[in-house]
């Protein structure tokens, strides 16, 4: 069945089988929508195409890889448990999660920050960001500042607006909005106006009412969220930072699940269809207030926020819980090698 599983690799991405120390690098193949096992049929065929000449050429290269393609068709039946790595820089590749909208424990997804080799690959490396010169703090909290940049959907020159905004009871963020008069394209992002904060933040809220979908919602970009009931969880990287209403975000929620492409068209199995529909009744449910359920939001940088509607006094239906960042958490914060004391010395002497 993992063979099955569906699979996007752009031109730029490397495809590994790590127990055969096997590997397709980047800018060899061109970019396809197939399955594992697709991509190991087109491996193979590749490797095919000149054995003939291999053969005349040089007998023992050719015989070496015979019995390499020899084990990369064995793959296809899963004699043994194989690891399928895919490393694409631009972050646009692909492997379905046959299990959504609950999370695979044998998939793992992993985002890293480009290195300047891999973003001049990508030909990225002459790009420069315009720098906005900084006035005063209450300057920025007063001014809306604008700034040039171009649409995500059409390209064409646009604007985009920013913004420092206090929330009540938290700490001040950045709100970013985008404009696009070419194609109507409209988008708004939210990032944390401070530092990490010294702990995680898990915030719990039991929706027991209608009116809970009203209360304010800082989601950073950070920030996981689940709901037990309906054995879902959206990782951090997903919808990205976003200042709404928890009815808001549930309905981006929806919309996610409902405009995922391998659930229309030809690419949808039935059985998975009906799951997901399934899935988006159950939620739709939550949203009318029809049904209760705990809604959890899990932010190891600690800047997520969930209102508080009896604030300053204690919510009982609103949980928070701060915790200690695990060794895998910082890492992925960037934390672990992060230093901001004693560097300037340890830089002086090589000058």
């Known amino acids: 069945q993992d063979m099955n599983r569906q699979v996007v690799k752009t031109d730029c991405a490397t495809a590994q089988i790590p127990e055969l120390d096997f590997e397709i690098p980047a800018f060899s193949q061109k970019g396809a929508l197939t399955t594992i096992e697709g991509l190991i049929d087109r491996a193979v065929a590749g490797l095919e195409q000149d054995q003939p000449t291999r053969k005349a050429q040089n007998e023992e290269v050719a015989a070496k890889l015979e019995e390499f393609i020899a084990k990369l068709k064995q793959l296809k039946e899963v004699p043994s448990p194989f690891t399928f790595v895919i490393d694409d820089p631009s972050g646009n590749s692909f492997v379905e999660n046959p299990l959504a909208p609950r999370r695979d424990d044998a998939l793992l997804v992993t985002r890293y920050r480009r290195t300047p080799q891999q973003a001049a690959m990508l030909g990225l490396e002459g790009e420069e960001q315009d720098e906005t010169p900084a006035g005063s703090a209450e300057d920025l909290r007063n001014e809306v500042l604008q700034f040039n ?165 204690e919510d009982p239906e609103l949980r928070v819980e701060r915790y200690e960042r695990t060794f895998e958490q910082n890492e992925e914060l960037g934390l672990n090698d992060m230093k901001t004391e004693g560097y300037e010395a340890e830089g002086a002497p090589g000058r």
């Open 149 to 313: 940049t171009n649409c995500p959907e059409c390209n064409a020159p646009a604007s985009t607006n920013m913004k420092l905004v206090q929330i009540p009871h938290f700490k001040e963020v950045i709100i970013m909005a985008t404009n696009c008069d070419s194609c109507g394209h409209r988008r708004k992002e939210v990032k944390s106006g401070g530092a990490i904060e010294a702990q995680g933040t898990r915030i719990t809220l039991r929706i027991t009412d209608p009116s809970d979908m009203t209360r304010d919602i800082l989601k950073s970009e950070t920030c996981s969220v689940e709901i037990p009931e309906l054995e879902f969880e959206l990782g951090m990287g997903a919808l990205g930072g976003k200042f709404t209403t928890l009815e808001g975000l549930l309905k981006d929620i929806r919309d996610l699940v409902e405009r995922n492409p391998f659930t229309l068209g030809d690419s949808s199995v039935p059985g998975k269809a009906e799951k997901l529909q399934e899935f988006v009744g159950k939620l739709q449910e939550i949203i009318e207030g029809k049904t209760k359920a705990h809604f959890i939001m899990d932010d190891p940088a600690g800047n997520s926020y969930l209102q508080n509607v009896y604030a300053p006094e």
